[in-house]
């Protein structure tokens, strides 16, 4: 039998979209082939993406693709020390099923958006249903720090930043200050 010569795959860094460019506030377009060839290269790429930029989540418009897909990376590092640890996930075509009453404020940042923080306000818990890379529908129960990252990804594919939910210009920070003030008070 012949072998497969294993291709050996290749990760690509991808450039980011800033705050001002315009693909960050279209709204993204459902992807209709989970089974395009391009699309598991998309998701390896944008995996690597969110990994080499120490973020935890990335939207596909923010490497100027108009798709309804994201990335939730979360684990702990040097921008989110205190995230909880989880493999990267390829979120396609999501649905913000229902969510609870009550939302917190905690502080967020955006791989668009260098060099600040902002108090946003997220539903505490979301149930929500997405496609994932094999394409099977997946149904789950979000909370915390893994539904703000939903969140937030999930406001990329309809054109909102973080910026556009804090309540105040005063919740907003630098990011130095942020690291000043909140992580050195941690320690
Ligand atoms: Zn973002």
């Known amino acids: 039998m012949k072998k497969n010569n294993k291709v050996k795959k290749i990760m690509e860094v991808l450039q980011i979209a800033q705050l001002g460019n315009n693909i960050l506030r279209c709204q993204a377009k459902p992807v209709i082939n989970i089974w395009h060839e391009n699309l598991q290269q998309i998701i390896d790429n944008l995996i690597a993406t969110v990994i080499a930029t120490n973020g935890v989540g990335i939207a596909a418009p923010q490497v100027l693709m108009n798709d309804r897909l994201f990335i939730i990376a979360s684990r702990p590092n040097l921008r989110y020390p205190q995230a909880p640890k989880m493999g990267p996930k390829a979120i396609i075509n999501p649905r913000l099923i229902s969510h609870s009453e009550d939302r917190e404020k905690g502080w967020e940042a955006c ?25 099977k529908l997946e149904k789950q129960e979000l909370t915390g720090f893994v539904a703000r990252i939903f969140q937030h990804e999930y406001d990329h594919l309809e054109g909102l930043v973080f910026l556009d939910r804090v309540e105040s210009t005063r919740d907003l920070m630098t990011e130095d200050e942020y690291q000043k003030q909140i992580i050195q008070l941690r320690n």
Do not use: C, H, Q, W
């Open 111 to 135: 791989l668009s958006v260098p060099g600040m923080r902002g108090l946003v306000p997220r539903y505490r818990v979301i149930n929500v249903e997405y496609t994932n890379r094999e394409g």
